[in-house]
């Protein structure tokens, strides 16, 4: 059978050929770029689509009672790392999120003095975060079309994993950007320890699992697409190490795994080896 990728070249802009990994997913292995080493899922368009249609819904990304105070704790440490970046005060910020789904992130940053707006392409979602009284437009951040340099700083919460040319996105947001201004993304880690050992098991890499991931990051990837589309890398964090998802062993070995990747959580924000990533890029002037 004849399956024509979605992703034919690398989404950060390299010319050198993919290589196959022994990723295996259900869509084919994934592939490496031979340059920045990033990887691309051999999906279809159809099957791309057909994984978004279904993370359409009106909670959006919307944390769940159990894990809103965890996710209001991680949102304020990466506000308060904006505003050292920025060295200025809540009050003084302009921030976009782009891709804000339901708006958590955005709550958050209200909470803590931003003015904030939002951009989420889809409808439901967006319609949620505006009952909640939330400026957030529908559509993709090219639609919105800001004026030039109308924000301070823009927030991209696992987005970019989920596009096949992020490079224009990252131009658009550049653009939106002041000159010095700061564009905060977090995306799984494929150079993580969690990537190596769990392969094809891990979420990260499931295409259907994650409505969409098509495009993986390392802290070097990004620091390429960084350069080639206007910023300065001012700091790539990584945290977490996982060697089973829950459900997916018995329940004993779980909590062993888990004791154990607690012990590697440190090493691995050292050794950027932790399975989520974060990148500060900051506008060149
Ligand atoms: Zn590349």
Redesign the pocket.
Known sequence: MNRERYVTA?P?G?S?GFTTTDIVLPEGPLLR?G??G?LVSQCTEAEYLDSLERFDTAAGTLPGMESAARHEQVSVRRLRKMLTLLGKEPGQVRLLDVGCSSGAFLMSARKVGFDTTGVEPSAEAAETARRAGLNVFTGFLEAARFPDGAFDAATLVEVIEHLRDPRSLLAECRRVLKPGGILLVTTPNAASWTARIMKSRWDGFGLKAMGGHISFFNPR?IEMIAERTGYELVRVETRNVRFFERGHCPNAIYVAAKIASEFLNWPSRLLGTGHDLLACLRVRE
């Open positions: 690398c950060v390299c050198a770029c340059s920045c990033q990837s």
